[in-house]
């Protein structure tokens, strides 16, 4: 479905931040892009979307989806493709909210604009939504400005708009870091059902491996902008001798000698 071809991509005229990076993601997949901050792996997922910041670019290689490299798309087919087949959620949903404008407003206007349709059946459509994420009374948070909620309320809402298309590709880019861990085991949970609901494939962004293990069929373990390990979870936890990766797996809190990943 997404696949990355030799991809490097540079900000300004500074090393690149992303390394001749390849890989391929398929159907119902989730995927995950692990390593320190600044390590290349938000980068991947931007490069996708085309929300590279501060004035980021592909500089070398390619990146296609079902077989049609989006870097030659029109800006009308990008508009197309965001949100609806390929939709991402971000670190912090709750900050991407207006503040000044209810969720319902902002969730019909998001569904109106990529799918006409009335007012009515769009706020219906982002309440049910919101339901599939585990929130209970649903038309309530629709007519709530998103400070009435909770950081945990703001991340589901944030995943029921990214989701409300059923995207064949999800990016999430460390959708539970600023979360408590019973709310991160809650939305972890919810996203891997609507994973197996929609059959749709996860790229997911995170520095805990504890997290990675649990969700992915695949790890990808990143430092400076470059692949230094990939795997299924069996190889990357059991029998990889990458240095890094066990640096990793070693940083992970144990209790009474046992590892918790």
Known sequence: MLRYDNVTVAYGNGAPALSDFSLEV??????ALVGESGCGKTTAIRAVMGLLPGGGRIVGGDISFEGQSLLEMSLTEWRALRGGPISMIFQD?????????????????YIRAHEPGSKKGAWERGRTMLERMGLPHSETIMKSYPFQLSGGMRQRVGI????VFRPRILLADEPTSALDVTTQSQI??????LRDEYDTAIVLV????????????????????????AGDREHILRHSDAPYTRELLEAVPSMRGRRYV
């Open 206 to 229: 995170t520095h805990n491996l504890g997290m990675a293990a649990y969700m992915a069929d695949r790890i990808f373990v990143m430092i400076d902008g470059k692949v230094v390990d």
């Open 93 to 109: 949903s709750g900050s991407m909210l207006n503040p000044i404008r209810s969720i319902g407003s902002q969730f019909v206007e």
């Open 188 to 193: 972890v949970r919810q996203m891997m059902a």
């Open 160 to 163: 029921a708009m990214g989701m």
């Open 26 to 31: 398929f159907k119902g997949e989730i995927v």
